[in-house]
């Protein structure tokens, strides 16, 4: 009976470690790094940085799409501008909600909120 207590607290310290180890790699603690750890992903682009980035990304999907499936040249042309207009539209969408949330704040909390951003 001894020997059977013995091995089933083994195995139970075992899975739960297991358990532990696989929720420590699940949220980016351990051997991997999350990209929010970085400082690299806080730093403020310029506005020319930021379209540079967004065209980089735009042209990865429209060569990575052309490859997989067989775009002809006008076709990538078409997919580029539909997804430039839809970054634009992210754009304005993104200003508009800000705009909606700086109207329903009072000054003190435009003035949390800004000190909350920068932190």
């Known amino acids: 009976m001894k020997k059977l207590t013995t091995l089933v607290t083994a195995i139970v310290l075992s899975s739960a470690s297991f358990a532990v180890l696989a929720d420590s790699h699940m949220y980016g603690k351990g051997d991997k790094k999350c990209h929010h750890d970085s400082k690299q992903y806080y730093q403020k682009l310029s506005l020319a940085e ?60 435009i003035k949390k909120m800004k000190r909350f951003k920068k932190a």
């Open 50 to 109: 930021r379209q540079a980035k967004m065209e980089n990304r735009i042209n990865f999907k429209v060569e990575r799409m052309a490859k997989r499936l067989d775009l002809t040249k006008k076709q990538q042309h078409k997919l580029k501008q539909i997804l430039k207009n839809k970054a634009e539209k992210k754009r304005e969408l993104y200003k508009e909600t800000k705009q909606q949330i700086h109207n329903i704040l009072n000054p003190e909390q």
